[in-house]
């Protein structure tokens, strides 16, 4: 009976996840979140953006150590290497990126309390449905060569699209430093196709965890983050367009390299 009531309570979080994906989308394509070049008043009281981005991140990292080891794979070595490049991603996430950011005047602009709610809402709803499925709910990790192929091109994706995402995030930290929290047009590498490769980045590594995962659970969050920064990457696109007018590079795309 417990095992059916768990079972019935992972399908409707999956479900949540996948159905929240296209509101979110259009939500966004009229109003950006409040942080970042996006940063505005009225969104109530805010945070150090470095404190911000741990504890709303965190539970990605608390969670799913929580929630692992009561899965029927916990001690199936197999399991444990797939999660480990989810928490590799979130650990940097958690851990490293605000440690840089504190480090720069990239953290002195506020971060919305209620931006962050959000999103540690997420991140509990998503960590909960990552750490549930691989350690309890995938019953292929039996599949042999199948599986190791589709962990292996997977694999191989995320650590593209995390290369991408952190040298990314890097250089945006270090030019708003460089300029004392001021914004200039950011050039070279990934900047020369697109404007946000971090969020670019960010998308390839889920599309990678979709296909190591092979699961619904993979393939929601892989969508949700398409849903949420890829309007982003359009709209900052735009703010880079409006703000240094005929400089900004007309031929960059927004978020997909020579597609959008």
């Not at 030019?175 to 020369?192: A, C, D, Q, S």
Request: proline share 7%; glycine share 6%; aromatic share 18%.
């Amino acid at each position: 009976m417990e095992e059916i009531a768990d079972q019935t309570f992972f399908r409707y979080c999956i479900l949540t996840l996948i159905f929240s994906g296209p509101p979110t989308a259009v939500s966004l394509k009229f109003l950006q979140a409040p942080y970042g070049k996006h940063n505005r008043t009225g969104w109530g009281p805010t945070l150090s953006p470095p404190i911000a981005w741990f504890l709303m991140e965190s539970p990605t990292l608390w969670l799913t150590l929580l929630v692992f080891p009561f899965g029927r794979h916990a001690l199936n070595p197999i399991s444990l290497i797939l999660i480990s490049p989810y928490l590799i991603h979130y650990f940097h996430r958690t851990i490293l990126y605000p440690l840089r950011l504190l480090r720069s005047s990239s953290g002195k602009s506020g971060f919305p309390i209620s931006i962050a709610a959000m999103a540690f809402t997420f991140n509990l709803l998503n960590a909960y449905i990552q750490a549930r499925w691989v350690s309890h709910y995938k019953n292929d990790y039996e599949d042999g060569l199948w599986f190791w192929w589709r962990f292996i091109i997977g694999f191989m994706v995320f650590v593209a699209g995390m290369w991408i995402n952190i040298t990314s995030d890097r250089t945006l930290v270090r030019l708003k430093k460089e300029n004392r929290g001021g914004y200039v047009i950011p050039r070279g590498g990934w900047f020369e196709l697109v404007s946000c490769p971090n969020y670019f980045g960010e998308v390839v590594e889920w599309l990678g965890w979709a296909v190591m995962t092979w699961s619904w659970a993979g393939i929601g969050f892989f969508l949700y983050t398409c849903s949420n920064l890829i309007p982003r990457a359009h709209a900052s696109r735009k703010w880079y367009i409006d703000k240094f007018k005929d400089e900004y590079p007309k031929t960059r795309k927004a978020v997909i390299p020579f597609v959008y």
